[in-house]
């Protein structure tokens, strides 16, 4: 359970029971769902990245987009409704060399140019002899993007690095150097389900 949760649980609920108090007892139970609501949505289940040469999702959701992108860099786009876990992991383990925030729109997260138009967090994460960029994106509800790290910090895979609350969207690039194992609609777990795999898988740092 992340944290987040547990405080806007407490306050709806005390609210929901001062609204009960004062009015009518069934009056305060929006609030309550409203409580339960924000103990399954800010769940963190435990993840365990799988072994080998492998990219893992940063993002619960499903995979709306994917992009070639220059120089043979692959975007994947990774929607986040609400009733997903919204706690994000690093894709490879690694250093963080780059954090950027860049402020910006509110679209919704599904559609295309919230990529390019709305607030988002951009993260390097480099080892291994490559890099990975995933960028944290905001959407139409949540415009709060949370990240834990900080530039020289090392991650393992599947670690947990930060939270987007509320519905969101993850792109995630690539280099020519991964070969991806999913396709646009697949449904894909933070730290646990495999974007792509190395094409040298030799490769040490």
């Not at 999913?182 to 894909?188: A, K, L, M, N, T």
Request: glycine share 10%; aromatic share 10%.
């Amino acid at each position: 359970m992340v944290r987040d949760g547990i405080y806007y649980a407490v306050a709806l609920g005390g609210a929901g029971g001062l609204v009960s108090y004062l009015t009518y007892p069934a009056f305060g139970a929006p609030l309550y769902l409203l409580a339960a609501f924000c103990l399954y949505f800010f769940r963190d289940p435990e993840r365990a990245a799988p072994a080998g040469a492998v990219a893992v999702s940063p993002a619960d959701g499903k995979i709306v987009a994917i992009r070639r992108e220059k120089a043979g860099q692959a975007r994947l786009s990774i929607f986040l409704n609400i009733f997903d876990v919204h706690v994000n992991r690093s894709p490879i383990a690694g250093t963080i060399t780059d954090v950027r925030y860049r402020p910006g729109r509110f679209l919704a997260a599904n559609r295309e140019e919230a990529s390019a138009q709305n607030e988002q967090n951009a993260v390097t994460v480099e080892g291994n002899g490559t890099r990975v960029v995933f960028n944290q994106i905001a959407g139409l509800i949540a415009r709060r993007v949370v990240f834990y790290k900080k530039p020289g910090d090392v991650v393992a895979a599947g670690e947990r690095v930060g939270l987007i609350k509320f519905g969101s969207r993850v792109d995630i690039f690539l280099g020519p150097e991964w070969e991806l194992a999913v396709y646009e609609g697949h449904r894909v777990k933070a730290g646990s389900s495999v974007l792509a795999r190395r094409r040298e898988a030799g490769v040490t740092k």
